[in-house]
């Protein structure tokens, strides 16, 4: 049995027009001014924070829609749940992401006092998170989601320091230099 679902943002694509709409505690949305003559196809995209993001629009004609007859169904994501702690076991308000290129803000959590963070829309397979507090050295590791899965325990070890020189090509100090760091271990994450 499905439920209904309030809240859904429901964006609608027709003829290079997008208009957005959320649907009402019944699960509907409303479009009043739509004219099914004017409009050869219709693409929608619905999405909600607790669920797992569609991978692409949906197509549908104005007579499904106009008569009712379609249906979206969002799937609920996995909740990841855990706790960050470091390497004395004292509980970090750390920011933990999910995935090595985070697109989303449902993609990062901030830990509470006790260190505790929760994701509750990941899909089943590998995901890497990775957790990071002042003072601590950051942690990257890959977790397996499933149903029912195990919290998940990060501990953060005590950070250290990285030192270079920048020199210009006469081996001269060049002063205020910029330096990015645009990856580490493998994933833009930090």
Same mark, same amino acid.
């Given at each position: 049995q499905s439920n209904l679902l309030q809240d859904v943002s429901v964006k609608v694509l027709t003829d290079g027009l997008t208009r957005v709409f959320k649907t009402d505690a019944n699960g509907l949305w409303l479009w009043q001014d739509f004219d099914p003559y004017d409009i050869n196809g219709v693409q929608i995209f619905a999405s909600h924070p607790a669920y797992v993001m569609p991978e692409k629009f949906q197509k549908a004609n104005p007579d499904q829609l106009k008569n009712l007859a379609f249906e979206t169904v969002l799937e609920k994501g996995i909740s990841i749940t855990g706790r960050v702690v470091d390497w004395q076991q004292a509980p970090l308000q750390a920011t933990v992401i999910k995935g090595p290129f985070? =697109? @989303?803000n449902s993609d990062i959590a901030q830990c509470d006092a006790n260190g505790n963070f929760k994701f509750s829309k990941a899909?089943?397979?590998?995901?890497?998170? =990775? @957790?990071q507090c002042e003072h601590a050295a950051p942690a990257v590791i890959p977790v397996e989601v499933k149903p029912l899965m195990d919290h998940i325990l990060i501990t953060l070890q005590p950070s250290a320091s990285i030192m270079g020189q920048i020199i210009d090509i006469n081996g001269a100090p060049v002063e205020n230099a910029l330096v990015t760091v645009t990856s580490w271990q493998g994933v833009q994450s930090l």
């Open positions: 985070p =697109t @989303a899909e089943e397979g590998i995901v890497i998170l =990775t @957790a």
